[in-house]
């Protein structure tokens, strides 16, 4: 349960995926002058070093941010925070959503930040340091729901989870209608897999069921290597900003002309 290191996979086609929309969606919110709130439900450690011989090890970064970096003009949002982080941190940093919102948000805003593993808990609290957050080691859907409705009540949650716990497939639709009921207006932001068994299919099922104006937005892309189970990177969104499914949409036709031979 407690086993995943993001570390691995940090700078890969998902989180390409993830964090440029995720980016999107919070310079979207920041162009009001008004405070938000920013949840995550499971962190991790932060900040990235992609010369890491674990980042090395499944060379999913050089098939991921290190060959799709020039998707993104400069002043997009999650370009902007990527030269933020390696301006402070050197050329092989890769920020983790907490880090990339920290860069975006305000200093009126706030960010509450969970993780429950107490390595990369700590490695988020020494990352986070800097900024106005505020760290916790716990259960993330527990923290969530503890602290919703948020004052101010503009914000948006993400919830991010390696589903090594397979039971979140079943018990995240669930979770996401708690939520929804205590916070109307939040932004919920899912993650998922994309993977060659298909476990994602019950969920966003339900998922669209609850919410009939969610967004699933879904990308597939090559393995990172042969025989490697994840094909694709998704995002269900309540309460999506104005402009979102354009958004994903370009990104999507991006992700459509990748084949494994243009990424090795």
Not at 9 to 23: E, F, I, P, R, S
Request: aromatic letters at 10%.
């Amino acid at each position: 349960m407690l086993s995943y290191q993001h570390l691995y996979h940090a700078g890969n086609l998902a989180d390409v995926h993830k964090h440029a929309l995720l980016a999107w969606m919070l310079a979207y919110l920041t162009r009001k002058d008004k405070p938000l709130n920013y949840f995550e439900t499971h962190a991790g450690r932060a900040l990235y070093d992609l010369s890491a011989d674990e980042a090395r090890k499944t060379g999913e970064a050089a098939k991921g941010i290190e060959k799709v970096g020039d998707w993104f003009d400069a002043d997009h949002p999650y370009k902007q925070a990527l030269t933020q982080v390696r301006a402070q941190h050197g050329p092989q940093a890769y920020p983790g959503s907490p880090l990339l919102a920290a860069e975006l948000l305000r200093f009126e805003d706030h960010l509450t930040l969970a993780e429950l593993h107490p390595q990369e808990c700590a490695a988020l609290e020494k990352a986070m340091a800097p900024y106005p957050a505020t760290v916790v080691q716990r259960d993330g859907f527990a923290e969530a729901l503890s602290r919703t409705p948020p004052d101010p009540r503009r914000g948006l949650l993400l919830c991010d989870p390696s589903f090594e716990v397979k039971t979140d497939y079943r018990t995240i639709p669930e979770f996401f209608a708690k939520l929804h009921k205590r916070w109307n207006v939040g932004i919920l932001v899912l993650w998922y897999p994309i993977l060659t068994s298909d476990a994602h299919r019950p969920m966003v099922q339900d998922l669209k069921a609850r919410f009939a104006d969610g967004i699933a937005a879904e990308v597939s892309f090559p393995p990172a290597r042969p025989g490697h189970g994840m094909v694709g990177s998704g995002l269900f969104v309540v309460n999506a900003p104005f402009g979102f499914a354009e958004e994903a949409a370009a990104l999507a036709q991006k992700f459509a002309h990748l084949t494994y031979e243009n990424l090795c």
